[in-house]
């Protein structure tokens, strides 16, 4: 093959340009999309009245750092335990979703049983199913079962928002690992198979070790899902200490206890230090995310 | 005589082992399995039930029969077809934009460009903004009078619109912002894989052949991307119909109604106006469309969608 | 609330759990389903906006027996306020925080005597004389402009149906009958009002969009007046007295009577309650005029309607302009909403509805015609909540 000739077609100088031009516009694109995020990094700086400034300032005048504290600090407002929560609730709900996602993924992908076909089907229509068809009867069976079974509710308490994780998690993370298992080769099942292994050994020990990108993807995407969940906290928790931030924040925008007093500020900050976290995570994993999304064949 | 003892044999100990096949994958796949009859199935029949009643949460569920549907489709509730076309208008435009700029976003960062887990990031910032946040940024963004948007028109001479208190112009800005939260986010991602999965030889071969970069664009990586294209596009327009969150916070649905979205309508029924059994109502009609879109997406997709082998 | 629940304790040594339900309009949806599973607290606050249509579906104990069972003493509050909280006969709530919906007009002293209205000043009398007439001349001549843009807007109204009833209440007009039953639209006065607010936004563009933060443009000097209320009183924005303000009332109308209805946060007792006596210690508790008078100094709520609180010579002296607001809620139409108790979806139609008008799209004569459509269907509809 090296040995051929190939005549070579375009030229190096239109190629650097075409490539200085992409550049520009992939950064000019990049700009843009950062530009809102930026703009309440920067309110989040500000003092109220700055906020009212015509024409507006890019940057503050002088930063208020100390809105960021502040933030932790507003009566009856508990930023500081909301965030604390959601970090709780994401990781048992992401930690959830992987372990029994992969575990629901292999019953999927490598065993054979009746009606097997026809339950994935249903998982796929699953990912079609509004939430807010099942949200009233999944209220009142998280009210009423435990009611009846152990004498007091489950509501206002965590459970609604991480029991359902820890079975299956989701049509979407047992979809993309089933898909992910069925391309990893059965010999290195068989294999051990033959050597006396168990399905359980087969799964923790040959499959999960070989699924890493896979995994990760689906962890990932638990944590973003779970970490921004608004409508079921929103739903299922009253007590203000047991928010997570996404209902905390939607709190402090409204709250009722004094709406005279502008919050504008403080709520970008608090909007900013929500975002950091999954930024933090998708900039560190998002090669495997991808890679795991590749692998997973869900593009097919 | 031992031939048939030893096939039968052969035939218990093959059914036994098949037998603890289906037992054990039954039992692997329990926690979907559970959690489907009890988070899903479960609360999808109550729902049902729930659609045939008038039922305000205070008091009990008493039947009425087809009436809530038929409140709905006749007319005799005002916002019903409006908000229902709304949100197609809405579905209609978001999706093949959406697609589009995802597409092209994913197709820049696959160019092998420094800096490319920054800018990556950057476009995925986004999607990771909570709804809240997003709207009130957004809302102060489009401020129509000390707003950064209309300053900019200012600069050049022009008078900007009221955005989100207009009732003429609050779609179409709610649009940029659903368009900015989810273009460079989980579909650019899946495009990118997708991308990344095009064999390099297709690219050699199709270079070898003389081909410039569009005409290997359309011919080797579209086809070669029409899964993917097909799956963003049925998950892309299940989402969109299902636009919400963003209406609720920054417009409350209005002015005049402009952002009243059929989930909006459904919300404000079912837990503003307590009349849940409506709104139940309400969210079949919702499933039963979104089902039939699909259906009609994926038998269509047969003649666009080119698949490389099936797999299994 | 916390530390009024820990007072209480102290007090009575009986334990009290705060629990917060959200911010509206999430709240009154959380506490419906509470109260469907039998999870709503003791002694629930809610606002008049729901508690005779909660009352009326047993949400509520009818707290008349228990008064009359521990021998209250009722005359010290206002009648008004008892019957907006009244449904045949059964007093739902007491009425721990009452204002004449909405009805303050907060405004910008300085801004006012430099645009020549000289006898404005900080006394929040000073402004109790002026009419809808001298209330649209002062935004007019308060509101700036320079290159070819509004720096500074005159005055911003209100859009819902307690700010817009405000308007046209002075007039005499009204969205629907005092009882509930019919809808008054076509009232000449009460299109007058609608008029005033169209002339504010559109024909003399004093009022910045519909949806503007008003309290924080007023804050910054970008806004002269503002609708608002009994809580316009605090101003936490305005650093270091920048300038001189007070809250007083939005003016009265050409027969001398100002618009609103008397607007109620109740505290009420659930019926699913299995502690009815600590509950009303604890009702009892939050309506005594001490601990009402001591929250609606610290901003938590508004004055009780209770004589000795309106009268308290601590409120008169340490509010900015809490006298002219006693006579403004003492002279306060009862609470007016629909028949069928759909006060919060009859509120949310008048603020779709009339948007094209106030970005000046429509005309108020083009509005009507689906806005009446559409709040006579709300009327039509069985009885909510």
């Known amino acids: 093959m090296s040995a051929v000739t190939v005549p070579v077609r375009s030229a190096a100088p239109p190629r650097r340009t075409g490539r200085a031009f992409l550049y520009a516009a992939v950064v000019f694109g990049a700009t843009v999309f950062m530009l809102p995020f930026l703009f309440a990094l920067s309110s989040s700086l500000k003092t109220p009245q700055e906020l009212e400034i015509f024409p507006p300032s890019l940057l503050p005048a002088i930063p208020q750092w100390q809105n960021y504290v502040t933030l932790f600090q507003l009566p009856n407002l508990p930023y500081g335990v909301w965030f604390e929560n959601s970090v709780i609730i994401t990781v048992l709900t992401t930690l959830g979703t992987t372990i029994s996602a992969s575990a629901s993924a292999y019953g999927f992908a490598r065993f054979r049983w009746p009606g097997r076909d026809a339950c994935f089907a249903i998982l796929l229509g699953t990912l079609i199913l509004p939430e807010q068809v099942v949200l009233i009867p999944k209220f009142l069976m998280f009210h009423l079962i435990p009611t009846a079974l152990f004498g007091h509710t489950l509501i206002d308490t965590w459970w609604p928002l991480i029991l359902p994780s820890w079975f299956g998690g989701g049509a979407f993370s047992v979809f993309l690992l089933r898909q992910f298992f069925l391309q990893i080769p059965r010999d290195l099942d068989e294999a051990a198979r033959i050597d006396g292994a168990g399905t359980s050994h087969i799964f923790w020990q040959i499959l999960l070790p070989l699924s890493k990108p896979a995994l990760a993807t689906v962890a990932i995407f638990a944590f973003l899902g779970n970490w921004n969940n608004f409508i079921d906290p929103l739903i299922f928790i009253t007590s203000t200490s047991r928010f997570p931030l996404s209902v905390g924040l939607r709190w402090l925008q409204q709250n009722p206890a004094d709406p005279s007093i502008p919050q504008t500020h403080l709520l970008m900050a608090g909007s900013v230090l929500m975002v950091l976290p999954p930024v933090v995570i998708f900039f560190a994993m998002q090669r495997y995310f991808i890679q795991g999304v590749a692998m997973s064949g869900i593009k097919g | 005589m031992v031939q048939t003892a030893v096939a039968q044999q052969k035939r218990v100990a093959g059914s036994r082992a098949r037998r603890q096949e289906a037992v054990a994958g039954l039992l692997w796949a329990s926690p979907w399995i559970l959690g489907f009859v009890l988070f899903t199935l479960g609360p999808v029949i109550a729902s049902l039930y729930l659609s045939f009643t008038q039922y305000t949460i205070s008091g009990v569920p008493k039947w009425i029969g087809l009436a809530n549907y038929v409140r709905a489709i006749s007319g005799a509730d005002a916002l019903f077809w409006p908000s229902l076309w709304r949100t197609f208008h809405y579905a209609l435009i978001m999706v093949p934009v959406g697609i589009s700029l995802s597409l092209l976003i994913a197709l820049a960062l696959n160019q092998q460009l420094r800096l490319t887990p920054v800018l990556r990031t950057c476009y995925f910032l986004p999607s990771l903004t909570p709804v809240v946040a997003a709207a009130l940024i957004w809302t102060w963004l489009y401020e129509p009078e000390f707003g950064p948007i209309n300053w900019l028109l200012w600069l050049v001479h022009v008078q900007g619109p009221k955005w989100l208190a207009d009732p003429s112009t609050a779609l179409n800005a709610l649009m940029v912002i659903g368009l900015w939260g989810s273009v460079g986010g989980g579909t650019m991602i899946i495009f990118l894989a997708g991308l990344q999965s095009v064999p390099p030889e297709l690219h050699e071969a199709a270079q070898i052949d003389g081909a410039g970069a569009w005409t290997r664009f359309r011919h080797v990586t579209l086809p070669m991307l029409s899964p993917t294209v097909l799956f963003n596009l049925i998950i892309g327009i299940v989402g969109a119909l299902q636009v919400f969150a963003v209406s609720i916070i920054a417009t409350n649905g209005g002015p005049d109604y402009a952002t009243w979205f059929f989930i909006v309508h459904l919300y404000q029924n079912g837990f503003q106006d307590f009349d849940m059994g409506y709104a139940s109502a309400l969210a079949w009609i919702f499933l039963v469309i979104v089902l039939a879109l699909t259906m009609i997406n994926l038998r269509l997709s047969n003649r666009w969608v080119y698949y490389e082998g099936e797999s299994k | ?385």
Not at chain 3, 29 to 55: H, M, N, P, R
Not at chain 3, 230 to 258: C, E, H, T
Not at chain 3, 336 to 350: D, K, L, Q
Request: glycine content about 8%.
């Open chain 3, 1 to 385: 609330m916390i530390t009024t629940a820990q007072a209480f304790t102290k007090q009575t040594g009986i334990p009290v759990k705060p629990v917060s339900y959200g911010p509206e309009p999430e709240y009154e949806s959380k506490e419906l389903a509470l109260y469907a599973t039998k999870q709503v607290a003791d002694v629930v606050w809610d606002s008049s906006c729901c508690i005779l249509g909660l009352g009326n579906r047993g949400l509520f104990k009818d707290l008349n027996p228990i008064i009359k069972a521990n021998n209250y003493d009722m005359s010290d509050y206002l009648p008004n306020a008892l019957t907006s909280l009244s449904l045949k006969g059964k007093l739902y709530g007491m009425p721990w925080g009452v204002h004449p919906g909405n009805g303050g007009l907060v405004y910008n002293v300085n801004m006012l005597n430099s645009a020549g209205f000289s006898k404005v000043t900080e006394d929040p009398s000073s402004v109790l004389d002026w009419t809808y007439d001298t209330l649209l001349q002062a935004a007019i001549k308060t509101t700036q402009q320079s290159n070819g843009r509004v720096d500074v807007f005159g005055y911003l109204p209100g859009t819902d149906y307690l700010s817009l009833t405000n308007v046209t209440g002075a007039f005499g007009g009204d969205f629907l009958s005092a009882d509930g039953t019919k809808l008054t639209m076509d009232d000449p006065n009460f299109l007058k009002g609608l008029q005033w607010v169209y002339d504010a936004f559109v024909t003399h563009k004093v009022a910045p969009a519909p949806n503007a933060q008003g309290d924080q443009l007023f804050d910054s000097q970008k806004l002269a007046m503002e609708l608002s209320g009994y809580w316009g009183q605090f101003q936490p924005g305005i650093k270091n007295n920048a300038f001189q303000w007070n809250d007083s009332l939005q003016p009265a109308g050409p027969n001398g009577k100002r618009g609103g209805h008397l607007t109620i946060n109740g505290i009420c007792m659930a019926a699913s309650t299995a502690h009815p006596n600590e509950a009303w210690e604890f009702i009892k508790f939050l309506m005594s005029p001490a601990q009402n008078v001591a929250i609606v100094l610290s901003g938590g709520g508004r004055p009780a309607a209770r004589k000795s609180v309106l009268n308290s010579p601590i409120l008169m002296q340490k509010m900015k302009s809490h006298k002219v607001w006693v006579q403004a809620i003492e002279q306060a139409e009862p609470w007016r909403e629909p028949a069928n108790f759909r006060w919060e979806e009859f509120n949310t139609t008048i603020q779709q509805s009339f948007a094209n008008a106030w970005v000046g799209k429509q005309t108020i004569e083009q509005t009507l015609p689906q806005a009446t459509k559409l709040l006579q269907a709300v009327l039509d509809k069985p009885v909510g909540i």
